[in-house]
Structures are given as C-alpha cells and as structure tokens.
C-alpha cells in the first residue's frame, strides 16, 4: 500500500488555482506525478494507493484507509475463510475510526473462541459462568481498545453491571422501576445567563460481580443458559459501541465512569435493547447443520445501536461535562439511601 498524506494542501492548492473540480484535478494530478512513476518503478506489482489528512472534513479518506488495510491484511494473512487471522484481528484493534470494524473484531474474536460451543458447554465444563463470562468480556473489550488507563471497562463494577443487565432476560436480575430517562444536566432560567447543574449519573443495577446470582453457577446448572451469554455478548458490543460514538472526538482523553455510565444508561433505557432480549429469548439451539447461536449473535451484534433513533436522541442530549465526570459508581439503591 502506498499512502499519500496532507491531502487537503493539494486541495487548497486546486482550489487556488481556480480549478472547476479540485477533488478532480488532485486525483489527476496524484496518478500522473505520483502514483504513475511508482507504478513504472514497481514494475507491476499489486499496489493500491490512497491519499489521506488529518483536516476533520476528510475524516471519510481515513476510515477508507483503515478499511483498504483491513482488507489487505484479511487478504494476505487469512489461511482459512472462516479462521480470521490473529494478524488482522491485531489491524482491528489498534484502529479507533471505524466502529464497524470494530464490530467486526468482536465476531472474529468470538467465532475464533468461544461462540460457537456457547450451547455445548464444552469449553466451559466445570466452570462457574462469571469464570467463563471473565474470559468472554475481556477478549471483547481488548478489540475496542479504548484509552482506558484506570481499567474501567475491565473493573469489577463495570462486569457486573453487564451481568445483570444480561440476567434480565430471564429474571434472574430484577428489573428496577425507572420513573423516566434520567437526564444528566437539568437547566435553571434565571435572569442571569443559563446556568447548567449536572445531576447524578445513576446506574440501575448495584455493581460488583458479587452480587449477581445467576453467574455463580457453573455453567451445565442454568437452563437456556445460552440466552444469558447471548445476552451478555450482544449488550456488552452495543454498550461499547455506543461509548465509541461518544468518545470518538476525544479518544486520545481517558476514559471516564461519567463515560461509560452515559453510554450504559443511554442503551438500557432504550426499546432496541428489550427488542434483543426478546429476539433471543426465542432463539434454539438444535437446528441440524448451523449454529443459530452464532447465527443469532452475528445478527444481533451487527445492527448499529447509534441508527436506532430512540438511541441517538438520548445521545445528542448527554452534555460534554457528563463525558468528562468521574464521580463514584451510582446505583438507585445507593441513591435512595443518601436522599
């Protein structure tokens, strides 16, 4: 792959020299200045070019450069078509443009371990579930690679939050009441100028793995266990997904509880994450020839949370300052008993 960088400079210029098109007169001058000599130099050989920059308006070129290297390494290093290579799973990692392709490493990630045995128990005998759902979140939240120095998305807190959220499908956690869709900021009018006061962000469930029941059995104990890995596999990607989006300006900041509390909040409030539930709820796993499991999961985890209108309005109302607290964990509980 040749890149090209500072494609915006060769825009200005375009746009200097008075040309009708610029974009089109760049892309002429590029293959007759530069990517015309390389190509006689390289005699041949299989090359693909891209110009790029950093201006935020050509944002779009970038992410076809994680996409064109993506591919590329799928293409030279996959032995198999359904085995994605560790190398290119390693090209989804680092990327933090496309959410997409993150998603994409979470299924490669998944098919490679754990996803389609999910109904066999055959990687997780004699195993207690919150062992074997250790295993299944930290392989997910090393794809999305996250600026995340206090390991929050790895603690303790944020796991059992994801637990029971999962546990939720079938009972096993207890749905807390919620009045109306907390928002984090509430405006007072005065005559004044507008002063914003940021309220508690406030988790629904308590965290801490500890308290979540239904993952300390062992794994062959819950029936339709699949569901609640399902569950679990499929909120944890939307739940990230969804923190990508509200971090992607700012990803070289770390990443803050205000964050992933946000993120969290924004997907458990909405109708998308009670249509998964009920979409796995009917799920089997006994269909000869296929693994509906894996079948399902793909599906699920491949429908964008950030499309999902009820999803993006909530977004567009999570102020800045909220992305930027990093106050304690707060449950309903613990909000209860301080008030």
Request: proline content about 5%; charged content about 25%.
């Amino acid at each position: 792959m040749v890149v090209f960088t500072k494609y915006d400079k060769l825009l200005t210029y375009m746009e200097m020299e008075k040309e009708a098109n610029p974009e089109a007169a760049a892309e002429q001058y590029l293959k007759k200045y530069c990517i015309d000599p390389i190509e006689e130099f390289a005699g041949g050989a299989d090359l693909s070019y891209l110009a790029v920059s950093s201006n935020p308006k050509l944002n779009e070129r970038r992410k076809r450069l994680i996409d064109l290297t993506h591919k590329k390494v799928t293409e030279r290093f996959n032995l198999r078509v359904d085995t994605p290579s560790p190398v290119s799973v390693v090209t989804l990692m680092a990327q933090r443009i496309s959410p997409g392709l993150k998603i994409q490493g979470s299924i490669d990630v998944g098919r490679q371990r754990y996803w389609t045995t999910l109904t066999s128990s055959a990687n997780f005998k004699g195993h207690t579930i919150t062992e074997c759902l250790a295993v299944i979140h930290t392989d997910i939240v090393c794809v999305w690679n996250f600026n995340d120095p206090l390991q929050y998305l790895y603690s303790d807190e944020f796991r059992g939050l994801m637990a029971n959220l999962a546990g939720t499908i079938d009972g096993s956690t207890p749905e807390p009441r919620r009045l109306s869709r907390i928002d984090s900021t509430s405006s007072i009018y005065e005559t004044g100028p507008l002063l914003v006061v940021l309220v508690p962000l406030v988790l629904p469930f308590a965290v801490g793995r500890g308290l979540v029941r239904w993952a300390r059995q062992t794994y062959q104990q819950l029936p339709n266990v699949h569901h609640n890995f399902m569950a679990y596999i499929v909120d944890l990607v939307h739940v990230l997904e969804i923190l990508f989006s509200l971090t992607a300006s700012n990803n070289e900041k770390k990443l803050t509880r205000g964050a992933v509390s946000s993120a969290f909040n924004a997907y458990y409030d909405s109708e998308m994450r009670r249509d998964v539930h009920r979409q796995i709820k009917g799920v089997g796993y006994n269909i000869p020839g296929r693994d509906a499991v894996l079948d399902k999961i793909i599906t699920l985890v491949s429908t964008s949370p950030t499309d999902d209108s009820d999803i993006s309005s909530a977004l567009r109302k999570i102020p800045l300052e909220s992305l930027a607290r990093d106050d304690e964990w707060l449950t309903i509980d613990a909000n209860c008993q301080k008030a």
